[in-house]
């Protein structure tokens, strides 16, 4: 298809340029390539996505494909000023909604539409990664935190007045690490470089048998044994010759009320840079990646000037640490808003320039990762302990929280709490002692490791955070006792709906079927019909789904239906099949232009007198 004449086409070749040279017109890089145009048009066009395919190298097909794929990038014009509230079910009990609507109104446009002069849209994103300041929003991919209905109101003076957001009131973008509870590794200072150092007097082998000792598990949910996956990616033969191997860092810290991660980013980069060269040594790499989630993308700046600085001491590059023979040097790429990249293959491909779509396994990522070559995945809160077990040793580390989960966990708790924010335990803490810590006096329900976890009711909080017990990826939502349940696990049910890649048509179609179930029961239409299709979609998307996101899409309506059973039944019109669809009510609008309303005039017919 020809190309509409979107822009100017001397001028594309002039913005084009600087962006594909910086990138060397690299595929591996099509994101970031699409990311950066985008950031100087303000959207990708047909004639940019025609120009960045050739210069690449690529199809324009497989180049489209890439841009439609991630929330965060557009093919048509979304406005001067994008503004995404968070649609976190914490953002929502803050008052989200309604300060979407205020400004709406004041700004006289439509939720998902941009306005007619193309200065402004307004719409949703999942989470923005603030539970513990919101409401939040992002525009421009900046964050804004604590928003209330006075900023509200200035945000659409200064929309309307076209201000730079440079020139925006700075208080507005503050970001709060908000740290409420240390221990072994918030509460200590660790000095950059320090476990690199420790990690090159003790050697590979040995630096191994501490990985060993210390049973560090996986801190993103899974709790693979961390050892074990550096042992089989250093075993592991690379593919046609190379001797490539990578680190990567999943940083997509996509779990709505999950927000761990971006303090550790903020508070202890350096760390978490010395955890990943700490496994490039065990492992044998030379490269490593960070794959940094879109709404962290204010983050970039400040990581990327802590590797130059590393770079310049001697942390990252040739003869790290004056080894003569340990090369390793780290990169940082920008996701563009798509939950399913927070799972590992899935993440891969988009290293890569692709869709993030998730691979089938085996073979995994030790094995063939990045580029098909050794490789390994590992979070942020891992990588940092891992540097931590580099300085201190293995049984140290398994001499803190249980036998099964050792060490300590990085909590995210935000909700009905007094003081919300970042907690540290060793593993094992009972859910009821980080309730009175953050002050959660009259809690109903604690949904554990985001939509997709576990939620426990008042009568399971003696229970442990452990991976023997209630094994989490850091989030801890909790929710008193005026709160509907039904809302909660409703919005989890169209997260998942959302956040579906597409690919496998079990979670495409049984996620979206899911939370029409549960519109039709907010919507007075439900039976007992709509919870006997959850279950069997429950049933159906765990089986079935390709990637872990439509196999625990409905975790959190399971485990709601269970223990908050009558939130759904009270709703139910009847316990028979009630149709979503109303007829009758549906001829209303004929009746009234007709001006009649007799019983001829209904689908059913009514007692003189209408209805």
Not at 66 to 80: I, K, T
Not at 370 to 382: I, M
Request: hydrophobic residues 40%; aromatic residues 8%.
């Amino acid at each position: 298809m020809e190309d509409g004449p979107t822009c100017d086409q001397d001028r594309l070749a002039d913005l084009l340029q600087p962006v594909l040279a910086r990138h060397g017109s690299d595929p591996l890089r099509l994101l970031q390539i699409l990311r950066d145009v985008q950031d100087d048009l303000g959207y990708l066009p047909p004639a940019a996505l025609t120009s960045i395919a050739r210069a690449v190298g690529l199809p324009r097909a497989r180049v489209e494909g890439v841009a439609g794929f991630y929330a965060f990038l557009h093919l048509v014009p979304a406005g001067r000023y994008r503004v995404l509230f968070s649609d976190n079910i914490i953002d929502r009990m803050l008052g989200s909604e309604e300060l979407l609507d205020r400004l709406c109104n004041r700004l006289w446009i439509e939720p998902g539409k941009v306005s007619e002069d193309g200065l402004v849209s307004v719409d949703r994103t999942s989470c923005t990664g603030m539970g513990d300041q919101g409401p939040a929003l992002l525009v421009n991919g900046r964050p804004l935190t604590r928003m209330s209905a006075e900023r509200i109101d200035r945000l659409a003076e200064l929309i309307r007045a076209q201000a730079p957001l440079e020139d925006w009131p700075a208080e507005y973008f503050a970001v709060e690490d908000n740290i409420r509870r240390r221990d072994v590794l918030l509460g200590t200072r660790w000095p950059a470089g320090e476990a690199i150092g420790a990690a090159i007097a003790r050697g590979e082998e040995a630096l191994l048998a501490e990985m060993s000792a210390s049973n560090l598990r996986g801190r993103g949910g899974a709790g693979f044994t961390t050892h074990v996956k550096w042992e089989s990616a250093r075993r592991a033969p690379c593919r046609e010759g190379s001797r490539a191997r990578y680190v990567v860092c999943n940083a997509d810290e996509g779990e709505p009320g999950t927000f761990k991660d971006r303090v550790l980013l903020t508070a202890h980069p350096d760390l978490l840079f010395d955890g990943m060269t700490v496994a490039a040594l065990a492992i044998g790499a030379c490269r490593g990646l960070v794959y940094l989630r879109g709404e962290y993308a204010y983050l970039l700046p400040e990581l990327r000037a802590t590797l130059e600085a590393r770079r310049r001491s001697g942390l990252l590059g040739e003869a790290i640490c004056g080894r003569p023979d340990f090369t390793f040097d780290i990169d940082i790429h920008l996701g563009a808003g798509a939950y399913v990249c927070g799972e590992e293959t899935a993440l891969l491909e988009s290293l890569e320039g692709k869709r993030g779509v998730p691979r089938n396994r085996p073979p995994f990522p030790v094995s063939e990762g990045y580029l098909r070559q050794p490789t390994v995945v590992n979070n942020v809160e891992t990588l940092c302990k891992a540097a931590v077990i580099a300085i201190r040793g293995g049984d140290w580390f398994a001499g803190l929280g249980t036998r099964q989960s050792t060490g300590s966990k990085l909590l995210s708790v935000s909700g009905d709490v007094d003081r919300p924010g970042i907690y540290e335990y060793p593993f094992g803490v009972p859910v009821n002692q980080v309730l009175k810590d953050c002050g959660a006096s009259d809690a109903q329900a604690v949904q554990v490791s985001g939509p997709s976890g576990t939620c426990l009711a008042r009568h399971e909080f003696s229970r442990r955070i452990a991976f023997e017990d209630v094994p989490t990826a850091g989030a801890i939502m909790v929710f008193a006792g005026h709160r509907d349940m039904f809302e909660v696990a409703r919005n989890f049910a169209h997260f998942f709906a959302h956040e579906s890649c597409g690919f496998c048509t079990p979670c495409r179609v049984g996620t979206a079927l899911v939370a029409r179930c549960m519109d039709k029961i907010a919507n007075g239409h439900g039976s007992q019909y709509e919870i006997n299709e959850i279950f069997r979609i429950h049933r159906l998307l765990h089986a079935a789904s390709h990637c872990g996101l439509g196999q625990t899409a409905c975790n959190a309506l399971f485990d709601t239906l269970h223990k908050f059973r009558p939130a759904y039944e009270r709703r139910l019109r009847s316990l028979d099949f009630e149709p979503g669809f109303d007829l009758d009510r549906a001829l209303a609008a004929a009746r009234q232009m007709t001006g009649r309303d007799d019983p001829a005039a209904h689908f059913e017919p009514t007692p003189a007198g209408g209805r």
